[in-house]
């Protein structure tokens, strides 16, 4: 693998160039728990509609509305309960959380060397859509230079490096810190994340790493004309579900719910850096 190059500083890169190449696709990864180098590696599929994204064991699920899962104010229920999985061990731990205004993920575009840091509050249901928590979500992204990169042994040439860093801080607890670093391919997308969850709930502290690669033989489509990128900018609202528990915390899979193309945030304008 080839380190990281260097980019000039003025440099202002279309990450929507980076998407792949259709507003609807599923793909297939490979997890590994970089902690555990002998550790069984498990598949982990990703689906991506217009409207929102599925991955893990929501990855069949289609995103309308998760609105309609969360009370509203004044309500001592919501519209209809979300159908939470069951882990292998039975365990069914879920959460919502609403991001006001919506949370970027990626914006459409970003500058070289310079930080784009965004911010939202906060607020936590649990997985029966009552409140629980009110807090902040701050997240950093950096674009660190190009990279050519391995994933699954197809090796991908001058793959964008983004660096990331996601805090949320919950009134009196938790707290769950997340750094990934991304690849993106030109008209492919990621093919590989490194993803770092370190959590603080009372007395018990997880700290996972993962890395997720892309699974060989996905071949990108060809865009057509009038192609859109999908709205990958900004999260309203994310569904959780956790299929083991602290100290060993692990994501089992998470339904996105993207914000509207003018929604505050929407638009991936940076607050700040």
């Known amino acids: 693998m080839e380190s990281v190059r260097e980019v000039q500083s003025a440099a202002t890169f279309t990450l929507t160039e980076y998407f792949p190449?259709?507003?609807?696709?599923?793909?297939?990864?490979?997890?590994?728990?970089?902690?555990?180098?002998d550790g069984a590696v498990t598949p982990f599929a990703r689906q991506l509609n217009p409207c929102g994204l599925g991955d893990g064991v929501f990855v069949d699920r289609d995103v309308d509305d998760l609105a309609q899962f969360i009370a509203a104010p004044g309500e001592a229920e919501p519209v209809q309960h979300l159908d939470w999985p069951v882990s292998d061990k039975g365990c069914t731990l879920g959460v919502l959380m609403e991001f006001d205004p919506p949370l970027v993920y990626l914006p459409p575009t970003i500058y070289a060397n310079e930080a784009a840091v965004f911010q939202a509050g906060l607020r936590v249901y649990d997985r029966w859509g009552h409140p629980l928590r009110t807090g902040t979500a701050k997240r950093t992204i950096r674009m660190e230079g190009y990279e050519t990169i391995e994933a699954d042994g197809v090796v991908y040439e001058v793959c964008l490096r983004l660096a990331a860093e996601t805090h949320i801080r919950l009134r009196w607890g938790p707290w769950i810190d997340v750094t990934e670093y991304l690849w993106l391919a030109r008209g492919v997308g990621e093919v590989k994340r490194v993803e770092r969850i370190q959590a603080l709930a009372f007395l018990f502290y997880s700290d996972v790493l993962c890395a997720y690669e892309l699974v060989a033989g996905q071949d990108p489509m060809v865009r057509k004309e009038g192609y859109r990128p999908p709205r990958m900018a900004a999260w309203a609202r994310v569904a959780i579900f956790v299929d083991r528990l602290l100290p060993r915390l692990r994501v089992g899979g998470i339904l996105v719910e993207y914000a509207g193309p003018d929604a505050p945030g929407a638009g991936g304008h940076p607050l700040g850096s």
């Open 21 to 37: 190449a259709s507003a609807h696709y599923r793909r297939a990864y490979l997890r590994r728990n970089l902690r555990l180098p």
